[in-house]
């Protein structure tokens, strides 16, 4: 059984750094693209990061440019995101997720219980 099991988060105060880990078990974990999504209260899930297999492809939305930073470890089967200069509006739920390389499917196919990540003023 596929699971992905986050870890950190929690309450951090606005200007201040965290930093979220994923460890990924039951799969061949370098086949496939690590994600991280996040869903605030009230809103739709929003994409965050991802990193292609072997780290060569990353990507943010243009809110966390510059502030967070995506990593991953296959010998561990893990990834990260280092959470800089946060902000009230990176309040939300933080989720990790894998998506198959070469299945021929948009969407990620297994995904983390999710983890709060609260920012205060």
């Known amino acids: 059984q596929v699971q992905l099991v986050e870890s950190g988060g929690g309450l951090v105060q606005a200007g201040g750094s965290t930093r979220l880990s994923c460890v990924a078990s039951g799969l061949t974990f370098s086949r496939y693209r690590m994600g991280w999504f996040r869903q605030a209260p009230g809103k739709e899930r929003e994409f965050v990061a991802t990193?292609?297999?072997?780290?060569?492809?990353?990507d943010y939305t243009d809110s966390v440019k510059g502030r967070f930073t995506i990593s991953r470890d296959n010998a561990k089967n893990t990834v990260e995101l280092q959470m800089n200069s946060l902000k009230p509006e990176d309040t939300a739920i933080y989720y990790c997720?894998?998506?198959?390389?070469?299945?021929?499917?948009?969407?990620?196919?297994?995904w983390g219980q999710g983890t709060q990540v609260t920012v205060s003023s």
């Open positions: 997720a894998a998506d198959l390389s070469g299945d021929g499917k948009i969407e990620y196919e297994y």
């Open positions: 990193i292609s297999r072997f780290g060569i492809n990353i």
